[in-house]
């Protein structure tokens, strides 16, 4: 399967340990904003202030803890990428399953394992959804000229009109 939208490997890395911090920094303020909104003591400015502060502390903190998860996760892909010698959903499932193997290997072999599981699994149904959505896609958007019994007459699909040649 061609990945489209994605750049070589070696950049692919920076690529996705930005988004992946971007993405958690994002999350994590407007969790982090509501968190603290109710945590706080009564009256707005309290709120608001208490609102700011967990942002300030805990967002960053946040991106940081996915691009890590990004970072090594795409540094795996690649990796498989160039061993397999092919990409494909096989190397994000697997990618998955060692990241959050390595990320949980602090706390022992069983939550290793289960973490490895979770990632595999976390990662199947994102790439199963990926595929599913490509397959619908692709047959509601049929691409190319269709042509009809007679093939002086040629379908445009782009307007729809048949054209007669002569």
């Known amino acids: ?6 750049e070589p490997c070696p950049w692919r890395i920076v690529d996705d340990c930005g988004g992946a911090f ?7 303020g407007i969790f982090q904003s509501i968190k603290g909104f109710r945590n706080a003591p009564v009256g707005m400015s309290h709120r608001l202030h208490g609102s700011l502060t967990a942002v300030k502390i805990r967002a960053p903190q946040l991106g940081g803890s996915f691009a890590i998860w990004g970072g090594l996760f795409s540094t795996i892909d690649c990796g498989l990428v160039k061993v397999r010698g092919k990409e494909d959903p096989w190397n994000s499932i697997t990618s998955g399953a060692l ?3 390595i990320l949980a290997a ?10 490895a ?3 595999g699994i976390l990662l199947a149904l994102i790439e199963g959804a990926g595929i599913m959505l490509t397959r619908f896609a692709s047959t509601q958007f049929p ?5 009809s ?3 002086t007459q ?6 729809g009109e048949y054209r007669q040649y002569q």
């Open 1 to 6: 399967m061609e990945e489209y939208a994605r």
């Open 22 to 28: 971007t993405m958690g920094a994002i999350g994590g």
């Open 99 to 101: 990241t959050g193997a």
């Open 106 to 115: 602090r706390n022992g072999p069983m939550a290793m394992v289960g973490s």
């Open 117 to 119: 599981a979770m990632g």
């Open 143 to 147: 691409t190319g000229p269709q042509f």
């Open 149 to 151: 019994d007679d093939p």
């Open 154 to 159: 040629l379908q445009n699909p782009t307007f």
